[in-house]
T-cell receptor, first 114, second 112 residues
Framework: DTEVTQTPKHLVMGMTNKKSLKCEQH?????MYWYKQKAKKPPELMFV???????INESVPSRFSPECPNSSLLNLHLHALQPEDSALYLC?????????????FGPGTRLTVL | GENVEQHPSTLSVQEGDSAVIKCTYS??????FPWYKQELGKGPQLIID?????GEKKDQRIAVTLNKTAKHFSLHITETQPEDSAVYFC???????????FGSGTRLSIRP
């Protein structure tokens, strides 16, 4: 299995809703990432987990809350989002080690905040 | 911090011709340079990468060159085909599980 899966594919939520995005990989990768991508822009890093511990938080607002329950799963909990948070949310994973390893991206969740 | 500039922002080439996308980076500590292809409605897909101890790498119709002194790296696609139409991102990073800095992207269109 060489893919990263994300659910749901599309999500529409109101500003008072609570929802979660899910990401899963079975490639044995111990680093997992959340990115946000606005239209016609490159992905922007939000969070990095290494060995299930949060290692990088790119000053993301607290209305985004990541969680890594185990080495295969990554969640992004959403609460009280704003319309400007509408974007494609991408999950990625990679090996950890002494040499750099490529990041594998999932297809993303298209989020619309009303 | 690292900054990656990518040119051109759009590129249209005749099917069968070559396409070249160029990037520059600012941080000399960067030592890993991946290229991603993103098709409409999909996540970015790694198509080729190069590390700083190598000057050139080729995989079938795709090649990447790296000039560490000038902090330039380029993607070359030969014999372009319609399925090469996509947005291409260059990127730079300097350690495992670190922040990958993406260029702004190039929208490549292949004219039949």
């Amino acid at each position: 299995d060489t893919e990263v899966t994300q659910t749901p594919k599309h999500l529409v939520m109101g500003m008072t809703n609570k929802k979660s995005l899910k990401c899963e990989q079975h490639m044995g990768h111990r680093a997992m990432y959340w990115y946000k991508q606005k239209a016609k822009k490159p992905p922007e890093l939000m969070f990095v987990y290494s060995y299930e511990k949060l290692s990088i938080n790119e000053s993301v607002p607290s209305r985004f809350s990541p969680e890594c329950p185990n080495s295969s799963l990554l969640n992004l909990h959403l609460h009280a989002l704003q319309p400007e948070d509408s974007a494609l949310y991408l999950c990625a994973s990679s090996h950890l080690g002494t040499s750099l390893n490529e990041q594998f991206f999932g297809p993303g969740t298209r989020l619309t905040v009303l | 911090g690292e900054n990656v500039e990518q040119h051109p922002s759009t590129l249209s080439v005749q099917e069968g011709d070559s396409a070249v996308i160029k990037c520059t980076y600012s941080d000399s500590a960067s030592n890993y340079f991946p290229w991603y292809k993103q098709e409409l409605g999909k996540g970015p897909q790694l198509i080729i990468d190069i590390r700083s101890n190598v000057g050139e790498k080729k995989d079938q119709r795709i090649a990447v060159t790296l000039n560490k002194t000038a902090k330039h790296f380029s993607l070359h696609i030969t014999e372009t085909q319609p399925e090469d139409s996509a947005v291409y991102f260059c990127a730079a990073a300097y350690s495992s599980a670190s922040k990958i800095i993406f260029g702004s992207g190039t929208r490549l269109s292949i004219r039949p």
